[in-house]
């Protein structure tokens, strides 16, 4: 490992990851702190008691609290608003167009349609939202880009790029040469690919410390430090922490993977962990190939690599290993194999950049659902729920927070009416066959998308257990 750290030139925040935040929410709070959110000291009443401070979270207060101003709203977060994966990801705030067959199979071409808009619509209110209350979260709309890197790859793309005109949508999804590729992103890796227009990048940690600033203005209640420990159902719905307790008539669940230990969603994901490493600051490097529209890429691996710059001109890079576990602990922050391999698909796709030091890394839980999309819903008529993003939530999050609020406050409007609300849910097996399946196929994926890439054919047992989920009508897999 010591050499490989060597030769990738890992250093500094990058060798350590775990230790610290992630680079975007030290950039974050040292642009702006915020004003403090002290645990919950107390027993209160509430209309809306939220529980997690991340994207869901702080979305659904906010569209409750613009639909009615005076509502008692109190969030409750374990570590800080953000400090989740919600100010750890990549920022890639993108389109559903991609996930085209899958939805049309789950809901119809009708239904799938008016799920992508309802993202589009999201991408834009983000947008619209960070503009209103002057959130500086580096919001830029500029498109995604997907990179082939495998032969096996055009037929993904080809494959999308139909799925859009079939859905009678071909303007959202175009073929894209090897050259139209390179032009906008070059590497000597991408092959061919497809464009997106529905993409845009943000600073994440900025956009929920942002949101939380928002929030504390209109009188929403946000304790941070406060772990919800037990949570009973009823009406109220009563959250319990360590020193105070919130009655609430409604409740929202709005804890991402850590839904692995809420027993009445755990079987509806597992949680794999997802890293990200971010170079230097290389602006003339980042020009030297062309990188400067600002367009998010990936690769079109199963397993993706996902890549974008920031403002300062450096690349922050996501993907590589990942593990799969039972329970949310350091193998998902701490973890510098992950980080290794994550620096390992860069170098690899980005030659160019092999002077400029990787200085930062660092790591979250994903919660994979079985159907590769995020559910809405209710579990009961007073507690609601998002969950099962798979690593996609930054533009889905909006959507779960409009979808949320008209929940709690009974509306009868479009997004409570969108296929995924309240959708009958699969779950995976129980424990431990959960936990162990989704390592073991984790690995296959790995290891098919490694072979194909270097030109090789998978090994066929690492082939098969890739494909299994499917085979079980899980939508996730090859
Ligand atoms: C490395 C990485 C990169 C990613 N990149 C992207 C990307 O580029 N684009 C994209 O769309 N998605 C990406 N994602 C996924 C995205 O970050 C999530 O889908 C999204 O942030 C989910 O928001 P959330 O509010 O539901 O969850 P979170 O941000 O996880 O918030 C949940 C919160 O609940 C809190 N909590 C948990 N249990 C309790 C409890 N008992 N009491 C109180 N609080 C509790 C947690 O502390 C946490 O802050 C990435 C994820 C990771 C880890």
């Known amino acids: 490992m010591a050499s490989n750290v060597a030769k990738l030139n890992l250093t500094g925040d990058a060798l350590t990851p775990g230790a610290q935040r992630s680079w975007w929410l030290r950039e974050a709070l040292a642009s702006d702190p915020g004003a403090e959110c002290p645990p919950l000291q107390m027993n209160l009443n509430a209309d809306v008691v939220i529980v997690g401070g991340g994207f869901t979270g702080l979305w659904t207060a906010y569209y409750l609290s613009s639909a009615n101003p005076s509502l008692g709203i109190a969030v409750l977060e374990e570590d800080i608003c953000g400090g989740g994966p919600s100010g750890r990801n990549g920022g890639f705030a993108s389109g559903w167009w991609d996930e085209l ?4 199979a789950l809901y119809g071409c009708e239904g799938a349609v008016r799920a992508c808009r309802a993202i589009s619509r999201s991408i834009d209110l983000i947008g619209h939202v960070c503009a209103t209350h002057r959130i500086d979260a580096w919001y830029a709309k500029a498109g995604y880009v997907y990179a082939a890197t495998a032969e096996q790859h055009y037929e993904v793309c080809a494959q999308m790029v139909e799925a859009a005109r079939e859905a009678g949508a071909p303007e959202e999804m175009q ?14 890796a991408f092959s061919g690919g497809a464009f997106m227009r529905d993409g845009a990048s943000v600073h994440p940690a900025r956009l929920a410390r942002g949101l939380r600033r928002v929030l504390l203005e209109r009188g929403v209640r946000i304790h941070e430090g406060t772990r919800v420990e037990r949570f009973e159902n009823g009406a109220p719905a009563t959250a319990i922490t360590p020193r105070g307790t919130v009655r609430a008539r409604q409740a929202v669940i709005a804890i991402n993977a850590w839904a692995t230990g809420w027993p009445s969603l755990s079987r509806r994901l597992v949680a794999w962990s997802s890293y990200m490493i971010l ?3 290389a602006p003339e490097h980042v020009a030297a190939i062309g990188w400067t529209g600002g367009e998010l890429v990936s690769d079109l691996r199963t397993s993706v690599r996902y890549f974008r710059t920031t403002r300062d001109g450096r690349i922050a ?11 949310i602990g350091k193998a998902f922050t701490h973890d510098m194999r992950a980080v290794v391999e994550a620096a390992e698909g860069f170098r690899l796709l980005f030659p160019t950049f092999a002077d400029v030091p990787i200085v930062d890394a660092w790591g979250g839980p994903i919660d994979v659902s079985p159907t590769h999309l995020p559910a809405f819903g209710s579990l009961l008529p007073n507690v609601h729920y998002a969950l099962g993003y798979t690593g996609n939530g930054v533009a889905p999050s ?3 927070g409009r979808v949320l609020a008209d929940l709690v406050t009974g509306a009868d409007s479009e997004e409570v009416r969108l296929p995924m609300v309240n959708s009958p849910s699969r779950a995976f097996p129980p424990q431990p066959f959960r936990a162990l399946g989704a390592a073991l196929v984790r690995r296959a994926i790995i290891a098919k998308d490694t072979a194909e890439e270097r030109g090789r054919r998978p090994n066929p047992l690492a082939n098969a257990i890739a494909r299994l989920p499917r085979k079980l009508g899980y939508m996730l897999g090859p």
């Open 101 to 104: 067959d899958g939805l049309v």
């Open 175 to 188: 073929p894209l040469t090897a050259r139209e590729v390179r032009a906008r992103c070059d590497s000597p």
């Open 279 to 281: 170079t230097a600051p």
């Open 317 to 327: 890079f996501g993907g590589g290993g990942g593990r799969a576990k039972t329970s």
């Open 398 to 400: 909006n959507l779960a």
